[in-house]
């Protein structure tokens, strides 16, 4: 469902307006996150760490409004969720696809409907880009300390772009970094603090 925002009295339209005319208003974020709950309850479970993690990125992307809005021609619009569109290597090569889905309320699904379409995915990329989506990449080689996304150069462009590396033994913990890289005509810092919160959250509640 897409609700469409009265910008006149939208509590973001003077930062909006104040960012707007920069020909660059992207932003890069990266932050540290524990994942050992997340990794047990995978491994419990016999779930794709990777897959989990999206879908749980995806559940605190969207439980943060600002995440939400987008721009689609003259209106500004908010969706009531978000869906992912992530990139995962095929079995055996060095080359990767790109797989969108919808969002699933429960982790065992969704991981069962990612894994399953991601096998049967034939080619680079299963649907087109819609304004909807979440972009999720991971190099799970590296230990993530920052990214940036290729794109087509859209000041307009409000689709949240989360990716990470591999997870790191800290102690006890299992630490890993994620970066974000956000249109700051609809999302401050403040959103950033806020999702990082709910992604703790749900990972700890598993």
């Known amino acids: 469902m897409i609700q ?23 932003y890069s ?8 709950r997340l990794y047990q309850f995978a491994k419990e479970q016999r779930l794709s760490f990777y897959y989990s993690l999206v879908y749980l990125c995806t559940r605190a992307v969207n439980q943060v ?13 908010l969706f009531d969720r978000r869906n992912p569109s992530f990139t ?33 995915q034939t080619t680079f990329l299963n ?21 940036t996304n290729e794109r087509d150069f859209d000041p307009d462009d409000a689709v949240p772009r989360i990716a990470w590396g591999k997870y790191a033994q800290e102690g006890e913990r299992k630490i890993l970094h994620i970066s974000l890289e956000l249109n700051h005509r609809f999302v401050d810092g403040l959103h950033v603090g806020r999702f990082h919160e709910k992604l703790t959250a749900l990972i700890e509640a598993l």
């Open 65 to 77: 409004e600002a995440f939400r809005y987008a721009l689609r021609g003259e209106d500004l619009i």
């Open 88 to 120: 995962d290597l095929k079995p055996g090569t060095e080359q990767f696809h790109i797989v969108t889905l919808p969002m699933e309320e429960d982790i065992r699904a969704f991981c069962a409907a990612a894994k399953a379409k991601s096998a049967a």
């Open 127 to 147: 649907q087109e880009n819609t304004l909807d989506l979440i972009y999720f990449s991971c190099l799970p080689w590296v230990e993530l300390t920052a990214l």
């Open 4 to 26: 469409i925002v009265d910008r006149a009295t939208w509590p973001r339209r003077e930062l909006f307006e104040f960012f707007s005319p920069m020909s660059q208003p992207f």
């Open 29 to 36: 974020v990266t932050f540290k996150q524990d994942v050992t």
